[in-house]
C-alpha cells in the first residue's frame, strides 16, 4: 500500500476524481501548526469528510513541528490526544523524536526514552488498532532494543512504523558515507540498512503490518515494499508537479514539453516515453485521445500534473503487488529501477534469496 501525502495548504485535488476518491492518503498535523485555522476546519470533526476522500486515513502527528515549536511534552500530548481522541482514522501515529544518523549515542537514547514516553501516554487513550508506533535506530542493537520497547508498552502491535530512513534514502546525501555492522558481521552501508532494519522489525513482529515513512519516488516506494514493507507514503505526486514535472512508470521524473525560460533540472518526454503517456489511463489523460494533446495538458496545470502522478504511484504500487503474487517480482523491479539506484542491489539480493 502506498500512502499519498496530502497537503492541507492546497485545495484537495484527488476527491475531484472517482477514480482516486478511495485512494489511502495522510495527513499531518503540521499543516495546522502553518494555519491553526485548519485545526478547526480539519481536525475538528472527520478529515475523510473535509477532503472529500472515502479511502483509508493515517494523520501524522507532525513529528517536527512539535520540536520546532518547542512545546512542552505534556502541551504536545495534550494537544494531540485532543485530536485522535475522537478520530475516525485508520492510523493515528505516535510523537516521535527523531535522531540524525550524526547524533551522539548519547542523544539517540534521550530521543528515544521521550519517543517512548510518548508512546506510553498515547497507548493508555488511543486504541491499539488505530496508534501506528515509530521506532528508530542506526544499529542492529537499537533497532531491536527499540521494538523491544515498543512491546513491553504495547504488546504484540497490529502495525509499527519505521521512521528516520530518509536522510539515508536521499540521493546526494550527507551521510551517504553511513555504515553499520550487519546481523552477520559484515559492514553495511545506508542501501543494505533499509532493507535490514524492515527484516529486524519484522523479526520481531512477524505478523504486524509495517510501514517505512518518507520514501519519496514512485521506483523508491516499489523498492522499499519489495524489500519487505507493507506500506509506504510519498509526496513525490505533488513535489514533481510543483517543479513541472510528471511521473512515468521506469523512468525519473519528466517534463512534459520543452521550455527555453525553465532550467534543465529533469529531461524532457522523449519520443521513447510518448507510449508510456498514450497507454496512461489516469482520468487527465483519458480525456485526450492523442498524446501530444495529452502532454499539453500536463505541460499547462499543476492540478492535471498531481492527478496523473498520484494515478502513477497508485498503479505502479499496484503493478508490484500483482508481480510479488504471480512470482514475477524479479522482472517487473528490473524493468522498473536503474541499476544505479541505491536500493538495486539489496532489493534483487531479497527476492532471489526468496526464490530460492
Not at 531491536?144 to 508498552?153: D, N, P, S, T
Not at 540498512?193 to 503490518?209: A, E, Q, T
Not at 523508491?220 to 514535472?245: E, F, K, Q
Request: hydrophobic share 45%; charged share 20%.
Amino acid at each position: 500500500m502506498v500512502w499519498l501525502g496530502h497537503n492541507l495548504r492546497n485545495r484537495p485535488l484527488l476527491a475531484q476524481h472517482a477514480e482516486l476518491r478511495g485512494a489511502p492518503v495522510l495527513v499531518s498535523l503540521a499543516d495546522a501548526f502553518a494555519r491553526p485555522t485548519y485545526m478547526e476546519r480539519f481536525f475538528s470533526g472527520c478529515v475523510r469528510a473535509a477532503l472529500g476522500m472515502t479511502g483509508p486515513l493515517m494523520i501524522d502527528c507532525g513529528a517536527f513541528s512539535w520540536l520546532s515549536q518547542a512545546l512542552s511534552a505534556r502541551r504536545s500530548i495534550d494537544a494531540l490526544l485532543k485530536v485522535y481522541a475522537n478520530s475516525t482514522a485508520d492510523f493515528l501515529v505516535s510523537l516521535d523524536c527523531p535522531p540524525r544518523p550524526d547524533d551522539t549515542r548519547s542523544t539517540r537514547a534521550l530521543l528515544r526514552r521521550r519517543t517512548l514516553s510518548h508512546l506510553k501516554r498515547l497507548a493508555e487513550f488511543v486504541p491499539a488498532q488505530q496508534l501506528l508506533p515509530v521506532v528508530h535506530g542506526h544499529s542492529v542493537r537499537e533497532i531491536l532494543e527499540y521494538c523491544e520497547c515498543v512491546e513491553r508498552i504495547c504488546g504484540n502491535v497490529p502495525q509499527i512504523a519505521i521512521g528516520g530512513l530518509v536522510p539515508l534514502m536521499c540521493s546526494g546525501s550527507a551521510f551517504a558515507a553511513f555504515s553499520y555492522i550487519r546481523t552477520d558481521g559484515a559492514r553495511g552501508d545506508r542501501s543494505h540498512w533499509v532493507g535490514d532494519s524492515i527484516s529486524l522489525v519484522r523479526g520481531c513482529f512477524p505478523d504486524s503490518l509495517i510501514h517505512v515513512f518518507g520514501v519519496g519516488s514512485a521506483t523508491t516506494a516499489i523498492a522499499v515494499l519489495a524489500l519487505g514493507a507493507n506500506s509506504v507514503d510519498s509526496m513525490s505526486w505533488r513535489r514533481a508537479a510543483n517543479y513541472g514535472a510528471i511521473l512515468l512508470p521506469g523512468r525519473s521524473e519528466r517534463f512534459p514539453t520543452a521550455r527555453a525560460d525553465r532550467k534543465p533540472s529533469r529531461p524532457v518526454v522523449s519520443p521513447t516515453d510518448v507510449s508510456l503517456i498514450a497507454a496512461c489511463l489516469c482520468p487527465v489523460c483519458k480525456s485526450a485521445a492523442k498524446a501530444e494533446k495529452r502532454l499539453r495538458l500536463l505541460a499547462e496545470c499543476y492540478t492535471n500534473r498531481a492527478i496523473h502522478n498520484a494515478w502513477t504511484v497508485l498503479s505502479e504500487v499496484a503493478k508490484l503487488r500483482a508481480a510479488l503474487s504471480a512470482g514475477e517480482a524479479e522482472t517487473f523491479v528490473q524493468s522498473r529501477l536503474l541499476k544505479t539506484h541505491r536500493l538495486y542491489k539489496p532489493v534483487m539480493e531479497r527476492l532471489r534469496l526468496a526464490a530460492t
